[in-house]
């Protein structure tokens, strides 16, 4: 147990694996890596070489994810002999230790050899497991003199059953009908000509073969030349699989166990196997903690990460666990970890922070994954937005029981329409081909409901099965049994079609032909969107002979974003917003030529604070900010439906627009580069009057607060002003059925609720901006002298942050350096020196949206929603403030541009009626100004006042290119 004193790893140890792979690399091509290895270790490295001479005698080799992998444990292990983390730091990059908690790597797990492997799900990190075990024992065995380097004795740790399983048919073979296991079925036999020389062969298969040992196994079985321990981590925590979160008032017998645990009769546990069992239980962990050395696998090693409580930083059981195992080992305890998700998660919502773990020393991203073909493309399947409604990705549950919501409905519709199109052709092509789709639930008690819902949509019982798990998402191990035949062998019959899950089926679920996921969940866990995922990456169209069209189509998706000519490889996830957000985190630069695409460049390193300066309050400015002093609601009558526009086309047109069929269209929509391909037709009936009232109450939610960002990634709903919402609710209802289209219209009957959600013809967009228009207009209307003023000082934000190459140094500032665009900001650098030299300008701030989020002003987008507007900079000359907003010529006549112009002289009208003391007794104005502008008269000796008065703005100059919300009411200025 540990205080946590620092921010965390963030992703620090991904740099430090980018540093490790290049020098790796540099000696691995100029041959001083195989001059430094033992002579096992390079008869192993020139067999393994996918591009040596062994190479082209075998179908597959190691791809370069798996072996950068490899080649980076031996380097780090046994060519720099580095014995803990620390010294890892030390030796490849000594500077990125300043970023990291240097007390925090003395803990006792970080001291000894321990390396992470971040690897992509689905992209074979077994193999680099078997590799690792087969150098390990072989340099073992054959070294002359015992350094302790190496290990013949092997502890493979698991998650959970799934995960458990795998490994044992990766090393015993697979169970067949006979009980028995098959050894020839094993990853080692099948691919020995990969794995294994010629010369070593024997000696492997025989040690595997008489070392392994089941959990059951371990410190009751007599290996020979060693141990190959195969666990998951409730053994060694001492925990039972299946009741981890049970309540006793779920299951009264853990009280009875507890109190117990012999009772009479061999039917109810006092058999001798259930004696010897219970008497062994903690011996397990002791037998390997007496051991002199040993190498752990931890496998999805994402669950060791620590978890917080209040202050104190916990250890989880399964690391609590190794830790015992390690214990006087030393340097002869290595542990080497394996997870695509390899982090912990820190905060909530926006402010959610990954921080990896320290250890990590080879990274294989799965964007790098999807363009090199090793896993499957990933799309969204998203509704085309003609008259379609958002979904709703959670069940709904009241006093009354649980139903599935018209969202979750339309989902699994669409999944299973899907799910036909591809069984139809690939059944058609390849009769042994059968795709599958995996449904996540949020619950256990909603799969019951999923399920109920595919009968009533013609599914039989023998396509449909169910994994029902505890709040772990654990199965109970004789459930397992029943099942996990099944489920293995999923890809090679036509049913079960539909495998519906919780949690169980997060990790380690191997299967091939899983090609469409309906996640129903609506977590936002990164690891948890990441695992979702990962379930279905997995080829299924693995033979050569797809090979050159697989390529071709992911030419297409990612490169030219064109249509697919086939679906092969091609994972759909039905639409949820949490899996954009994922796109744009995990695979945001997966785009460009399938073979190589340039990685985008990225700043980073360079970011500083930059505090006040010492006489700031020289150079302070205020945000003037009018709040109205009245406290009573704004009434309806206020807004009269006679003062909102009818809708240009009239009901009878707008109905001929609406599609002919019955239903929704999903398209796919690969998910790295967003290529659209593949319309397909969902039917539903899901439009009642709880949907309008739902579609009314977003309405009002959107015209009555404003999102505002108050950092970089987090946004904060402000209220517009004090609205009375059921009577704006009313308005709106009222706007729709008499006014919108200049007749009477009922959206609940004949389909004409169709007609509001016409996206191409905007009518939603026609009525939200006539709303917000109206709010807006009240609030202009306000009364200055009635109104409250509150001052807000620029120096109330006492330090913002900036890149140093991307910061100024300036004299007349409250911060003596001031940040621009690190993209296309020479203009504002520019405009920035110009003023900063012009010894006619006072003070001037470079307004920041996250940092200054107080200065801002309310305007009317294009599409009719509220937002804030921030402008560039405040400048003060002699008795003038300027607003001045700095635009790329290109960028001049952008709708939204000229829509702020107008919000913006509005708001400057209003400061400069207030009282001289509320306006720093300036005079206010506003300025748009152009980048060619700015450059031709600077270069001709204009001032900073000359050329900001020369592009003041005004309703006149924009009176002719913009009409819609501009009043009769003459410009102020």
């Known amino acids: 147990m540990v205080k ?85 730091y030390m030796t490849i990059e000594p500077q990125l230790l300043q970023e990291m908690d240097l007390l925090d790597m003395q803990k006792n797990k970080y001291l000894h050899p321990k390396y992470c492997i971040k690897m992509a799900t689905g992209t074979g990190k077994t193999w680099v497991m078997h590799a690792l075990l087969i150098w390990q024992y072989l340099n073992a065995k054959h070294e002359e003199t015992t350094l302790g380097t190496y290990s013949k004795k092997f502890l493979f740790v698991a998650p959970g059953l799934i995960v458990y399983e795998r490994l044992l048919d990766a090393y015993l073979g697979k169970t067949q009908e006979n009980g028995q296991r098959d050894f020839d079925t094993s990853d080692l036999k099948k691919f020995e000509d990969i794995f294994i020389p010629e010369p070593y062969r024997e000696e492997i298969f025989n040690f595997v073969q008489s070392a392994v040992c089941t959990k059951e196994e371990i410190a009751r079985k007599t290996t020979g030349d060693g141990l190959i321990a195969i666990t998951n981590w409730h053994l060694l925590a001492e925990v039972e699989e299946n009741d981890e979160n049970i309540s006793p008032l ?166 299973l329409s899907k799910l036909k199109i591809l069984e139809d052709g690939f059944t058609s092509f390849d009769k042994e081909k059968y795709p599958k789709m995996l449904v996540i639930c949020e619950d256990t008690s909603v799969v019951p409901y999923v399920t109920q819902f ?31 035949q099944r489920l293995f062998n999923l890809d090679k019959h036509s049913n079960p079609k539909v495998v519906i899950s919780v949690l169980m089926l997060r990790e380690g679920f191997d299967v091939n032909n899983i090609c469409v996921i309906v996640p129903l969940r609506s977590s936002t866990s990164y690891i948890l969107l990441e695992q979702v995922i990962g379930r279905g990456l997995r080829l299924m169209w693995r033979e050569p002979d797809y090979t050159e069209i697989k390529n071709e189509n992911r030419e297409k998706l990612l490169v030219k974003k064109q249509e697919p000519d086939n679906y092969l490889d091609i994972l759909s996830i039905v639409e949820h917003p949490a899996f954009i957000e994922f796109y744009e985190r995990v695979l945001e630069d997966a785009v460009g030529k399938v073979e190589k695409v340039p990685e985008r460049e990225r700043v980073i ?42 809708f240009p086309t009239s009901l009878d047109k707008l109905k001929k627009i609406i599609p002919k069929h019955e239903g929704d269209i999903f398209y796919g929509e690969e998910l790295t580069v967003r290529t659209r391909f593949g319309e397909y037709i969902v039917t539903s009936d899901i439009f009642n009057a709880k949907n309008y009232n739902s579609f009314i109450s977003k309405l009002i939610n959107i015209v009555s607060t404003v999102p505002v960002k108050i950092s970089k990634r987090n946004t904060k709903n402000f209220p517009v002003m004090q609205i009375n919402t059921a009577q704006i609710a009313q308005l709106a209802d009222r706007y729709i059925r008499y006014k919108l289209f200049n007749q009477e219209f009922d959206p609940l009957i004949d ?15 026609h009525i939200i901006r006539n709303i917000s228009t109206s709010i807006y207009d009240l609030q202009n209307k306000l009364d200055v002298n009635e109104a409250k003023i509150v001052k807000r000082q620029f120096s109330e934000v006492t330090e913002i942050k900036g890149r140093e190459r991307y910061c100024i140094e300036v004299s007349k500032s409250i911060y003596p350096k001031v940040p621009f665009p690190s993209n296309k900001g020479g203009f504002e650098r520019a405009f920035i020196e110009f003023i900063d030299r012009d010894a006619k300008v006072e003070k001037f701030v470079k307004i920041n949206e996250y940092a200054h989020n107080f200065a801002s002003i309310l305007y009317i987008r294009e599409d009719g929603l509220l937002s804030h507007y921030f402008p560039d900079f405040i400048v003060k000359v002699n008795n003038i403030i300027y607003l001045v907003e700095t635009k790329a010529e290109r960028d001049v006549n952008n709708p939204n541009v000229k829509l702020k112009q107008i919000s913006t002289v509005d708001w400057i009208n209003k400061i400069n009626e207030l009282n001289e003391e509320n306006r720093m007794s300036c005079t206010w104005k506003y300025v748009l100004l152009g980048e060619k502008t ?40």
Do not use: C
Request: hydrophobic residues 35%; glycine residues 6%.
């Open 934 to 973: 700015f450059y031709s008269m600077s270069d001709k000796g204009a001032t900073t006042s000359e050329i900001l008065e020369y592009n003041l703005m005004s309703k006149s100059k924009i009176r002719g290119t913009l009409t819609r919300f501009i009043s009769d009411e003459d410009d102020k200025y």
């Open 454 to 484: 595919f009968k009533q949509e013609g599914l039989s019982d023998d396509e449909i099965m169910e994994i029902h798990s505890n709040k772990k998402g654990e199965v109970k191990p004789d459930e397992w049994e029943t099942i996990k």
């Open 751 to 765: 389909n004409n609720w169709k007609v509001l959600l016409l996206t191409e013809s905007r009518i939603t967009e």
């Open 250 to 415: 779920e299951d009264p017998s853990i009280i009875v166990k507890k109190e117990f645990p012999i009772r009479p009769g061999t039917s109810a546990g006092h058999s001798l196997d259930v004696l010897d069992s219970q008497y062994f239980k903690g011996k397990q962990l002791d037998f390997l903690a007496n051991l002199s050395d040993i190498v752990v696998f931890n496998d999805e090693a994402h669950h060791l990460g620590e978890w917080k409580k209040e202050d104190e930083v916990l250890e989880k059981k399964w690391q609590k666990a190794l830790s015992k195992i390690q214990k006087d080992k030393k340097d002869k305890f290595i542990q080497v970890d394996f997870s695509a998700t390899p982090y912990n998660v820190t905060g909530s919502g926006q402010n959610r922070q990954i921080h990896y773990f320290p250890h990590i020393i080879a990274n294989f991203e799965l964007k790098e994954a999807i363009k090199l073909g090793l896993v499957k493309t990933v799309a969204i399947d998203k509704r085309k937005e003609v008259a379609a409604l958002p979904l709703d990705f959670k069940a709904e549950k009241d006093g009354k029981g649980i139903k599935l919501s018209d969202g979750q409905r339309v989902m699994l519709r669409a999944g």
């Open 605 to 646: 390193g360079d970011l500083i604070n930059i505090g006040l300066k010492d006489d700031y309050k020289d150079y302070d400015l205020f945000w003037p900010i009018i709040i109205h002093d009245k406290e009573e609601f704004i009434e309806v009558g206020e807004l009269s439906v006679e003062d909102l526009e009818p």
């Open 4 to 88: 946590s004193t620092h921010s965390g790893t963030r992703n620090v140890p991904l740099k430090l694996a980018e540093a490790i792979t290049a020098i790796v690399n540099a000696k691995w091509e100029n041959g001083e890596f195989l001059d430094k290895v033992t002579p096992v270790t390079k008869d192993l490295l020139r067999f393994w070489d996918p591009k040596g001479s062994f190479a082209d005698l075998r179908n597959s080799n190691f791809h370069r994810g798996q072996w950068q992998s490899i080649l980076n444990s031996i380097y780090i292990h046994e060519v720099m002999k580095l014995k803990n983390v620390q010294d890892i």
